[in-house]
């Protein structure tokens, strides 16, 4: 049997390389603390994709808003007045940051999910795709300008972090 002829070790090489390119888990592991909240403060600045300000509401329907909150302005159901939880970002409502998670779908893939329950679970939907009468706002998405500021940060940090391991690996 005939000697495979190569270079000994390139295959650990390409094995390092593609665990180097890998950074689903790292995101995983650090966008909850950085981009999720950059989203929730983007829908509560009422901003969509871009900094695009949302639609406005009707008349009728911000005067029925703020006959029933005694505020107006809001910019999604259910965002309550400031409170101790509200500054923590626990609320119960739909921006509340316990109800996003970010899922790895591939080694070079990442989503964030939302999941709401009760009433937001009806309003999250309606609000971002503009069902019925209700005008597009969309609060659930990555492009705010900070956010992608965010992410250009967050992967530049994984990036030279991984790649500082891969030197050393390679004895660099």
Excluded: C
Aim: no cysteine.
């Amino acid at each position: 049997m005939a000697k495979k002829a190569g270079i000994v070790g390139v295959d650990q090489f390409e094995k390092d390389v593609l665990e180097w390119a890998s950074m689903a888990d790292e995101v995983v592991s650090l966008a909850p603390k950085t981009i999720t909240p950059s989203v929730t403060q983007s829908a509560r600045r009422g901003q969509g994709p871009d900094g695009v300000p949302y639609p406005k509401w009707s008349e009728a329907y911000e005067k029925r808003k703020a006959n029933a909150s005694g505020r107006s302005g809001d910019f999604l159901w259910g965002l309550k007045k400031k409170s101790r939880l509200t500054r923590l970002g626990q609320t119960g409502h739909m921006l509340d940051l316990r109800n996003f998670t970010w899922e790895k779908l591939s080694e070079e893939a990442v989503q964030l999910v939302w999941v709401g329950s009760g009433r937001s679970e009806i309003y999250g939907p309606v609000h971002n795709e503009g069902l019925g009468k209700m005008p597009k706002r969309e609060w659930m998405h990555l492009l705010h300008p900070s956010t992608l500021r965010l992410i250009d940060t967050m992967l530049a940090k994984i990036g030279g972090d991984k790649t500082d391991e891969f030197n050393a690996k390679q004895g660099r």
